[in-house]
């Protein structure tokens, strides 16, 4: 007699470094909770309780989505725009869902005016600045508490408010912890390697927003082919990305997700993550659906003009059993649905095109570089910086546009000719 053993699934475990397994161990969680029950802290209304984070982006970096290429070739290729700029974000969100203005930190000596498109109108409460290595520093930090944080976060009434924070060592400077100490500001760091458990903007945010960001980038490449991504791209496909993950649903999702609001210190425990190196649980493979037998007719079939050959394949299985037509009318069939993908493709191939070559042309016309000046009492570039530049600039263009058709006249024709009786 044989033992028979049964086959099952088995799931691939996810990837995750082993600094962040080691930061989100039970007891840290539990000891940072403590502070979360600290009596001035406990009494910070949802309303004045903060997170601030930073999110680095690659400027030409889309989905990693499927690649069709013709059946006759071994290989398909995917076009992918060879910027390679990063520039990191610094977002900030509240408990109870709203959102504070972006500070986009760009890589370089200085912000160029030739980034920014035509219409600003979308990018009036943003803020600006350069740096060598593309992200925050010690300086950057401490201006983004005093210009942004500070003025946008008021309490209504006077109070303390409460900012967390990942423990970046631009947060931990004597004059950040001064600054906030005088503007009444709890200051409190989460443990190290543990944002991707006890983090409210890593929990909800950074992922659907970076998610959202690589499809509009994706969508753009589709449309310009060969053509750079420019800083122009990278601000209009963050801006759908940023409005598409910056709800009040999101934000609070994030903050119930990590416990901190409401503060309940069982949620971050019960994570996957928060469990010893030695060990690793997996969850029971969930049974899939059963799918419906091919050819079962509807109860209730509501007829609608198909768009393409996947619905007038769905209605001819509604109304029409496959084992009782003839051979003939499948073959019909399958013809008429053919005929209806290659119309589409053909339609689709031409609207392709005709967008793709209105945005190359557009972002391959030369832009010459114009540094942006900021205020010199304040670090960070404002749009109306840029409309003032862009202003200077076209009046320095339109000075030479009159220099270059006075070369173009003749001497004498600018001479008055006088006659003397």
Known sequence: MTNRIGLHEASVPT?????RVEGATADKVKEFFMLMHIPDICKIPPCNRWNMDEAGIMEGIGDNGLVLGSSRKNWAAQIQSGSRYWTSIIECISATGRHLKPLVIYKGKGVQQQWFPDELD???????????????????????????????????????????????????TIEFMWECFKNKIWLLFLPSHSSHVLQPLDLSIFSILKRAYRLYLSQQQIHTDSSPIGKMTFLKCYHLARQAALTVSNILAGWKASGLWPVNVAVPLM???VVSPKFTFQT?????????????KRKEIAITTPKGSHELRGLIRDFICEKEVDPTIRLLFRKICKGLD???????ISNTENTRLKESNKLLQPKKRRTVHPDPNK??????????????????LDAEICAQELENYIFEELCFTWQLE
Do not use: C
């Not at 990837?15 to 600094?19: G, Q």
């Not at 009036?124 to 600045?129: A, L, N, S």
């Not at 290659?342 to 689709?348: G, K, M």
């Not at 670090?379 to 320095?396: E, L, M, P, V």
């Open 342 to 348: 290659e119309q589409q493709i053909q339609l689709s």
């Open 122 to 172: 979308h990018l009036k409460e943003w803020q600006f600045v350069a740096s060598p290595k593309g992200w925050t520093s010690n300086s950057i930090a401490l201006e983004w508490l005093r210009d942004v944080f500070i003025p946008s976060t008021k309490p209504v009434t006077p109070g303390w408010r409460l900012l967390i924070v990942d423990g970046h060592k631009s947060h931990e």
């Open 271 to 273: 994570s996957p993550y």
């Open 284 to 296: 029971r493979p969930s049974t899939p659906p059963t799918t419906p037998v091919a050819g079962m």
């Open 379 to 396: 670090r960070f570039i404002k749009i109306s910086n840029i409309i003032d530049a862009r202003d200077r600039y076209k009046g320095q």
């Open 15 to 19: 990837r995750i470094d082993f600094l």
